[in-house]
């Protein structure tokens, strides 16, 4: 595995320089260990079974080389099998939209099936899809989804179908440390592992007896992959990102490694989130950490950040009536205007089961938001005191609990459950937002893409319009009797 991954580079620009066919294997665009294991052991093991293809086979981590240092737990495995990252081929290091305009490019998909919007023109280059997620739509390539605890387990499944001096140790070790990783070291009761993880891993071992043991391997990659030690809240929210679009609304998902309290206890963390918003273009921010208690029990937290107190409003209303799964969040205090805060009873539930609850919102809620021009999302830096229902400015009264209108204590943001809270910025359970506009056309079957490729033949709606659309969503609150009645 060293060997080839160290020959990528110079097979990748000789057979460019010939103008030879590139076959990629991309992993998501969050980049976790799944993805690049997964990539790096299928482009080895299509390198070497492929024979009778001219193609050059290589892996592509889906992130820029300078996000790297954020993948703690990937480092630190690769580090373990003497593979060095300065060998590896990020995103920012291939022009993949350059090679597919050239006719030259092949993608195989792993850990992922569904193109982000950006990558929407490589679709027709997609020849293969190995995917460990509900397959939103059937692709028209080659597919093997299952719904097991990690890709790796699909990816070496594979492998042990193909000749038996292809799994080498170094793979076999990349290999399982991502499955036991991915199924929290094999356990139950954290809703990850199947059978067929545990059959891979038990393969694994057996043909290297050698490795080290399963919870010395977890343990270390747990604790490298939660070391959030010294990064920013925007390096902390880059580390384990994702992003869901629809036509000029763009929300990103984050996975957050420590607790709600921890997190909004950072100093100057609302104007933090909207420069993070603000820098990568997102209309929203929502934050999933999952933390442990003294039992190394799992809990889970939610925290919606939005300047525009209507996206705020509309992405905390799905996700608070969301049963499929339901969630099962109480709202805690926050005391940023701007922040809503939850306590997600669904311990279970992570970013996996949330995403397409997010993506058939923006889907069918129709909000065909037009990019959120920026004098609508003001500055930053402005230390004028933010207005109470602010589509502007990234102000630093969020800061000063006396300026919120659900403060209470002075002095530092303090973080406990509260009662009161404003509906103008954080829905209370039961709220449901109805949506008078006619619901997009239906994504045409077979895409990959990320949103329904419609989207681009709507209208451009304006930030103004925006909130004008979002300012007829009736809110439906069930009255006494039960019946809906509008507000
Ligand atoms: N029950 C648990 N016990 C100990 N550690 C756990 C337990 N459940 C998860 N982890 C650790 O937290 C990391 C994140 O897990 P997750 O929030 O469930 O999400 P995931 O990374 O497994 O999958 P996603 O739902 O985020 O899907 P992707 O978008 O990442 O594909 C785990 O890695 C584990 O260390
Ligand atoms: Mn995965
Ligand atoms: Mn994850």
Not at 114 to 131: F, K, M, N, R, T
């Amino acid at each position: 595995m060293e060997r080839f991954v160290r020959s990528r580079r110079a097979a990748l620009q000789e057979h460019v320089q010939h103008r030879q066919e590139v076959h990629v294997v991309l992993g998501n665009e969050s980049c976790d260990l799944d993805s690049m294991v997964s990539a790096l052991a299928l482009a080895y093991y299509l390198a070497k079974t492929s024979l009778e293809s001219k193609a050059v086979f290589v892996p592509v981590l889906n992130i820029p080389r300078s996000e790297f240092p954020l993948r703690t737990e990937s480092a630190f495995l690769l580090q373990e099998q003497q593979i060095p990252d300065s060998c590896l081929i990020f995103r920012d290091e291939i022009d993949l939209h350059a090679l597919h305009r050239a006719g030259l490019l092949s993608l195989t998909l792993v850990d992922h099936h569904i193109l982000p919007s950006g990558d929407a023109a490589l679709e027709e280059a997609v020849i293969e899809v190995i995917d460990h997620r509900p397959l939103e739509r059937e692709p028209r390539c080659r597919v093997t989804a299952e719904l097991v605890g990690s890709c790796a387990t699909l990816v070496t499944e594979r492998i042990v179908q193909g000749p038996a001096e292809l799994l080498d140790r170094q793979t076999a070790a990349l290999l399982r440390g991502t499955i036991i990783l991915d199924c929290v070291n094999m356990t139950p009761e954290a809703g990850k592992v199947t059978p067929k993880d545990t059959q891979y891993v038990a393969l694994l071992e057996s043909k290297f007896p050698d490795l080290p043991a399963r919870s010395v391997l977890f343990e270390a990659l747990q604790t490298a992959k939660f070391d959030v030690s010294g990064l920013t809240t925007d390096q902390m929210l880059r580390k384990d990102l994702k992003v869901l679009s629809s036509d000029g609304l763009v929300l990103a998902i984050s996975a957050v490694y420590v607790t709600l309290e921890a997190f909004l206890q950072r100093p100057g963390l609302q104007q933090d989130l909207c420069a993070f918003c603000q820098r990568h273009g997102y209309g929203g921010l929502v934050a999933m950490t999952i933390s442990f208690n003294e039992r190394n029990e799992p809990f889970r937290q939610l925290a919606v950040y939005s300047q525009h107190p209507a996206v705020r409003t509309a992405v905390c209303g799905v996700l608070e009536r969301a049963n499929n799964p339901p969630l099962d969040l109480s709202p805690l205090g926050s005391l940023y205007p701007n922040i809503c805060a939850y306590h997600q009873g669904n311990t279970v539930a992570s970013r996996k089961k949330v995403l397409p609850i997010l993506k058939d919102f923006l889907r069918e809620r129709g909000i065909t938001a037009g990019p959120m021009h920026p004098a609508d999302t003001g500055s930053c830096g402005t230390t004028r005191p933010e207005p109470k229902d602010s589509s502007a400015g990234c102000g630093e009264s969020g800061e000063n609990p006396e300026d919120s209108d659900v403060a209470g204590e002075a002095g530092a943001p303090e973080y406990e459950p509260r009662g009161r809270r404003d509906p103008a910025r954080c829905p209370r359970h039961g709220d449901a937002l109805l949506e008078d506009d006619a619901p997009l056309p239906p994504t045409p079957m077979n895409s990959l893409v990320d949103e329904c490729p419609l989207d681009r033949g709507l209208p451009k709606l304006s930030a103004e319009a925006i909130f004008e659309k979002f300012s007829h969503i009736t809110v439906v609150r069930p009255s006494a009797s039960g019946s809906p009645e509008k507000k």
